[in-house]
């Protein structure tokens, strides 16, 4: 599989996390502050400094499964990111991983990493079962 970049997207930090070479474990890798377009350097670096074959972006739907405004914000950095890389993007639905990150972390800070890591382990997870 290779190496999968996690993005959990949001308008002030994005979070990141990076799998291992077989693609079986997500690993947090930090946060990325959103300022001035300095982000998008950000994630190249990491692309191609961790030699990334892939990445999965999560995508907030509503409870419901539907897309919102959120989703949409998404999706546009999603095609903004498409015009600067040449690997595969992919979704993922990632409703509940900063809930599932606070519960765990309790309050410490860290939230938007680990929610990139527990939406890439189930995006992982995903492919491994569905192959």
């Known amino acids: 599989?290779?190496?999968?970049?996690?993005?959990?997207?949001?308008k002030?930090?994005?979070?990141?996390?990076?799998?291992?070479p077989q693609g079986l474990i997500a690993f947090p890798r930090g946060i990325?502050?959103?300022q001035s377009g300095q982000e998008w350097k950000e994630i190249e670096d990491i692309i191609q400094g961790e030699e990334i074959e892939g990445v999965v972006v999560g995508l907030p739907l509503r409870l419901d499964g539907s897309i919102g405004?959120?989703?949409?914000?998404?999706?546009?950095?999603?095609?903004?990111?498409?015009?600067?890389?040449h690997v595969p993007v992919h979704t993922?639905?990632?409703?509940f991983s900063s809930v599932a990150c606070e519960k765990v972390l309790?309050?410490?800070?860290?939230?938007?990493?680990?929610?990139?890591?527990f939406?890439?382990?189930g995006y992982l997870?995903?492919?491994?079962?569905?192959g």
């Open 69 to 85: 405004k959120s989703a949409l914000e998404v999706q546009e950095f999603i095609d903004h990111l498409l015009s600067l890389i």
């Open 32 to 34: 990325i502050k959103v």
């Open 12 to 20: 002030k930090n994005v979070g990141v996390a990076v799998s291992d």
């Open 106 to 117: 309790r309050g410490k800070k860290r939230i938007d990493d680990c929610a990139a890591a």
């Open 1 to 10: 599989m290779g190496r999968i970049l996690g993005i959990d997207f949001g």
């Open 119 to 121: 939406m890439l382990q």
């Open 125 to 130: 997870d995903s492919q491994r079962n569905d």
């Open 92 to 95: 993922f639905d990632e409703r």
